[in-house]
Every structure is written in C-alpha cells, then in structure tokens.
C-alpha cells in the first residue's frame, strides 16, 4: 500500500519532489543510490527537513540533466538541455559554490542579520549564477578571485537596502 505523499515544507523540497516525479517518478533507491545518499535522506530532502550539499545538488545536473537553477531557484527550465550544456566539470564547481554559501552565510552574521530558512543556499546559487555572467571562464581562478569582493560587496548591498525598507517590519533577503 502506497503511503501518502506529505507536503513539503519549503520550496526546495517541492522543486526535488517535483523534479523525481518529472523524470516519470522513478524507484526512490535508485535516485538516491545515483546522487550518492540513503532513501531516507532523499526523503528528508524531498519533505524540506533537510538541505542537500552542494555535491548533491551538483548529481542532480550530472546524473539526471536537472537545471541547478531551476533547482535552487524555481526559475527557467527543470531540464538543462544536454546537446548544448557544457560538461559537469565545466558547469558547475562545488567547491566555488560551497565558497560563496559560506560568504553569504559571513555577509549576514556582518549585519547582524538572521537569514530566513534555506536562505543560504538560494543565496548562494544566485551569487553563483551572478559570477558566470561577470567571468568569461569560471576556471579562470585569478579573475574569480578578483570578481569575488564585487559579487560579495553588490549582496552585502542589496541586504542593507532591503533592512532599510520602511514599514516592512522584517528583513528580506531577496
């Protein structure tokens, strides 16, 4: 007998959730035996009790062809389209990623500011996306490491103004 589904508590969650059931709702095991985690994990995932690693969210692109934008952000398509996407490799660098999550997370600790709940990784994933649009190569380390304060320094901004709004009585991070 078929369990029901519970509804995810945050929109990362229900993108994964919504993602599986799109590759045509395939054996929970063997989705998570490709992206490297326990059944239960993946559940947990799916549910928006817990937040996949950078390196999860990067098998999700390699194994299965998702979009990690879509995926962190729930903008543009759910698939990357495989003839014209550059290699993993390439693409997506965890480390770069992982980087720039904890810049986020050191960007609101600065400000004294608490992060609304899965924040960080949507941050992270914006600020990522920022940086290929400012570097011609994202392996081209000294130009990263130049572009870095740049990308750092426009958020850092961005989370000010939004503080400062009048009358909203909470801090957004959007």
């Not at 045509?24 to 239960?40: C, F, M, T, W, Y």
């Not at 903008?75 to 997506?92: K, L, Q, V």
């Not at 941050?123 to 870095?148: K, P």
């Amino acid at each position: 007998m078929a369990r029901p589904e519970i509804e995810p508590k945050t929109a990362l969650g229900a993108r994964l959730r919504e993602f599986r059931k799109k590759l045509g709702d395939p054996d929970r095991d063997e989705i998570a035996k490709r992206l490297g985690v326990s059944k239960n994990t993946l559940a947990s995932y799916e549910r928006g009790e817990t937040e996949p690693t950078a390196a999860v969210m990067a098998a999700y692109r390699r194994e299965f062809g998702g979009s990690l934008v879509w995926l962190v952000t729930g903008e543009g398509p759910i698939f990357d389209d495989p003839s014209s996407a550059p290699a993993p490799t390439e693409a997506f660098d965890v480390v770069l990623l992982q980087r720039i999550g904890d810049m986020v997370q050191a960007t609101f600790v600065e400000l004294k500011q608490t992060p609304p709940p899965r924040a960080i990784t949507g941050e992270a994933g914006r600020l990522y996306n920022e940086l290929l649009q400012m570097v011609a190569d994202i392996r081209d380390e000294e130009l990263v490491e130049a572009v870095l304060p740049v990308v750092r320094a426009r958020f850092k901004k961005r989370l000010q103004e939004a503080a400062a709004e009048p009358g909203s009585g909470k801090r957004s991070a959007s």
